[in-house]
């Protein structure tokens, strides 16, 4: 079962040096101690690695410096105006209703203006008003300035060759009055002196060289060279550069900014395109309000001869018609009407009272009674309002009423009857007569309003014809009446309008020369090397953090292995060793002696010395220094007036005997086939209390010679003779020889060594306590600098404490350089 396990740790072992997965995966309980972040290691390689980082953040630095140094500057200048157009004709009250008096142009106004500022109109007169057409330049060290407005010579020039446009013509000067021109064309050279003022004549050009006033001797020596334009490369430039955008729609404002290498140039192009801008629009603004006024004009003439002619039409009908209004014929032959029909039913209501009366008059008695009036029998006689009628009537009553008073006493033959019956006789014809001569008017009244009536009725019938026929004549005439006074409005209105419309093109922040480039910024390019820099520093020490798979301190040691740290041995660096050696009997007072002297002190803490001690000493791989260990420990110990042997059980590769200066010839193997005593191997040192015995012969088979009963033997009678038995066994990361031996050790102690074992180790460790059940097993940091023993209870302090006046190695002066990465480090 044993052998089983132990097969399984060497497996796992294996495999984490051949970096493979699966040591961590057999142990996932020692993974999830060591995951995460270790900010220990972090500090660690970010102060090995901040000498770095302050190199890159220098080189980011002075990066920065260059590209500002050789890269151009770019300045910005920048106007802002004001566009809408301003109508003084609202202040005269006429402005109200004419055309383009809104407050603000609409913003498809406003990008009809960026594109007419943006547009080969505005280019045009802008390449004529500004001398674009030749850039001239003077030679630095490394970049070239243009001298714009500054040139010391002006160029006037001739070209037939379109293919001279962009070509650099190189001008140094003589003297003051002859200079040499250069230049390169299709691949062929042309060079000469030439006169100041001269005409030089050349293939496809001519050309005129002069001198400015102001030029001076410094000319003299100077590299310079001039370009010209073409009208297409100056549009290109302009338009590249040229920014025009809407501000704020509703102030109808618009900006205008021009980006070029020099800022008096960029400062000038943009004032010009304002002036230029303005002149342009006054003379479309001019040009529009002229074809306006003639259009109204010419739509005046037509309109007055078409309302002259339909006034002549409509005088006609009038004169034809004796009317103008029909409508209002119409309404008074319909009131004529209204009242001849009121009074034909008054006549005829007039004409059925009398025939009514005529019928009653006929009757022998009128009334009923003699107290009965004749209004009370008649009442129609109210209605007729004929007084004379009426009387005769009432005579007509009282004549029938005397002679019904005389038959009540006389019979009819008498005279005074017969005088009677005469007078009611007398009364009666007359009242026939003179209903009859009333019904005579009313029907003459009657029929003199039927003829009348129909007389209206045949004019209304051709009324509609007369309406219709004015209804078409007046529509023309209206049209054009109306058209013809809104023209006249509009002239008027336009011509007010256009006396008092100014162009309201303020510069509310007129262009002036930059001060600042607007590229590079200087503080954007310093901040990005010094980001660059600090980024490549951060990618450095995540690099080295997560390349970072060895044991460098003991930190790390203490917070992934579940061993206790025994302590901490500082590297030897007073001379190289080639093996390892006894070196604590030479340097008794040096720090690795005080450092193993701390172990030894541990080791009295975990396993007294009054009583017979058996010690391991074991590593992963071989190069740990567990020989080393085991030899110096065995030596501290041995000072201390105890009797130490050191076995060397590593048989493999035995090196205990070249610690000592010793041979090979005998030892452990040999004692265990019973070849020699043990007395006969021992062997002694330069410390008179420390012994030790070598491996021997290597053996074929040197696990079973440690299982034998004969190996038990030998411990019982070194434990006889010695205090302290130091076994020197051999990786147990290679052989499983080590693990038999820990088994058998009081106190097992395992070499781990600074940047050189690897993480997993420990892991293996972990894995070896809970395996076998060390319990005692404790761990030992070799080979440590001075970082790695910080934070251990001995060590750094205690050497920085007492070094100088009490170790007795000598320190080397180091230099600044030395002393700065050792600071780091």
Request: charged share 20%; net charge neutral; proline share 4%.
């Amino acid at each position: 079962m044993a052998s089983n396990e132990n097969a399984e740790l060497e497996d796992l072992i294996r495999n984490s040096l051949g970096n493979q997965p699966a040591a961590t995966a057999i142990e996932p309980d020692a993974e999830a101690e060591g995951g995460g972040l270790d900010l220990a290691t972090l500090v660690m390689v970010v102060r090995k690695s901040l000498p770095w980082m302050l190199l890159f953040v220098l080189l980011g630095l002075l990066a920065s410096w260059t590209y500002l140094r050789y890269t151009k500057p770019v300045y910005r200048s920048s106007s802002i105006l004001k566009i809408d157009e301003k109508q003084e004709a609202g202040s005269l009250g006429l402005g109200a209703n004419i055309a383009g008096g809104e407050s603000g142009l609409t913003l498809n106004k406003l990008s009809g203006e960026v594109e007419l500022i943006k547009s080969n109109l505005i280019y045009r007169q802008l390449r004529d008003s500004l001398e674009l057409d030749v850039n001239y330049y003077a030679q630095g060290t490394v970049l070239e300035s243009e001298l714009y407005k500054t040139s010391p010579f002006h160029v006037e020039y001739v070209i037939a060759d379109p293919s001279l446009y962009g070509i650099r013509f190189n001008v140094q000067f003589v003297d003051k009055n002859r200079f040499t021109l250069s230049y390169a064309l299709r691949g062929e050279e042309f060079a000469g002196e030439y006169t100041v003022g001269t005409s030089i004549a050349k293939p496809g050009i001519s050309l005129t060289l002069t001198v400015n006033p102001q030029g001076g001797t410094d000319i003299i020596g100077g590299k310079y060279h001039f370009v010209i334009n073409n009208n297409g490369a100056i549009n290109q430039y302009i338009d590249q550069n040229l920014t025009v955008e809407i501000i704020n729609p509703d102030a109808s404002t618009i900006g205008i900014s021009f980006a070029d290498h020099n800022p008096r140039k960029a400062q000038d192009i943009v004032n010009r395109i304002d002036t230029v801008y303005l002149v342009e629009k006054l003379a479309k603004n001019s040009l529009g309000q002229q074809q306006t006024l003639q259009y109204l004009d010419e739509q005046l003439e037509v309109t007055r001869d078409s309302l002259q002619k339909a006034e002549l039409a409509l005088q006609r009908f009038v004169k034809a018609n004796k009317t103008y209004d029909v409508k209002s014929d119409v309404g008074t032959l319909t009131g004529k009407l209204d009242e001849q029909e009121k009074e034909r039913l008054a006549l005829q209501q007039r004409l059925d009272l009398l025939n009514g009366v005529s019928r009653l008059v006929q009757r022998e008695q009128l009334t009923r009674d003699e107290n009965t009036t004749v209004e009370q029998s008649i009442p129609g006689l109210v209605t007729l309002q004929d007084p004379v009628l009426t009387q005769q009537i009432n005579e007509l009553n009282m004549a029938q009423q005397d002679l019904r008073r005389v038959l009540r006493s006389n019979t009819e033959a008498t005279e005074a009857v017969q005088q009677r019956k005469a007078a009611v006789e007398y009364a009666q014809r007359n009242v026939q007569d003179a209903l009859q001569q009333s019904l005579r008017v009313v029907r003459d009244q009657m029929a003199v309003i039927n003829q009348q009536r129909g007389q209206f009725n045949a004019a209304l019938q051709v009324l509609p014809q007369r309406e219709t026929e004015l209804a078409r004549l007046r529509r023309p005439f209206e049209l054009f009446e109306k058209t013809y006074l809104m023209l006249m409005d509009k002239k008027v209105e336009f011509s007010i309008a256009k006396a008092g419309t100014t162009p309201d093109f303020q510069i509310l922040s007129p262009a002036s020369a930059p001060l600042e480039p607007i590229s590079p910024v200087r503080m954007i390019v310093y901040a990005i090397g010094l980001a660059g820099g600090i980024v490549l520093g951060l990618g450095l020490v995540a690099v080295r953090y997560f390349m970072h798979n060895t044991i460098t301190s003991s930190r790390e040691l203490e917070n992934n292995c579940i061993a206790p740290v025994l302590g901490i041995i500082p590297t030897y660096d007073k001379e190289k060793l080639a093996v390892s050696k006894l070196i604590v009997d030479k340097n008794p007072k040096s720090a690795i002696s005080e450092s193993i002297r701390s172990i030894r002190t541990n080791l009295e803490f975990m396993a007294s010395s009054k009583k017979k001690r058996l010690i391991s000493i074991t590593s992963t791989v071989s190069g740990e220094g567990k020989t080393f260990v085991a030899v110096n420990l065995g030596g501290i110990i041995a000072l201390s007036e105890q009797r130490v042997v050191i076995l060397d059980l590593d048989m493999r590769k035995p090196k205990v005997n070249l610690a000592f200066g010793a041979e090979n010839i005998k030892g452990i193997s040999t004692i265990l086939i019973e070849r020699h005593s043990w007395e006969e191997c021992i062997q002694h040192t330069s410390i008179p209390t420390l012994d030790f015995i070598s491996a021997g012969p290597t053996p074929p088979n040197p696990s079973e010679l440690i299982l034998s009963p004969k190996f038990d033997e030998l411990l019982a009678n070194l434990h006889q003779q010695y205090d302290v038995i130091m076994i020197d066994t051999p990786p147990v990361g290679l052989v499983t020889d080590g693990i038999l031996i820990m088994r058998k050790a009081d106190l097992p102690i395992y070499i781990v060594r600074a940047n050189y074992s690897k993480k997993a180790f420990l892991k293996n460790i972990n894995k070896l306590i809970r395996t076998n059940g060390f319990t005692r097993l404790a761990t030992i940091l070799n080979d440590a600098q001075a970082s790695g023993m910080y934070g251990y209870g001995y060590g750094y302090g205690y050497g920085q404490g007492y070094g100088q006046g009490y170790y007795e190695e000598v320190q080397p002066k180091l230099s600044v350089w030395r002393r700065l990465r050792q600071r780091f480090a």
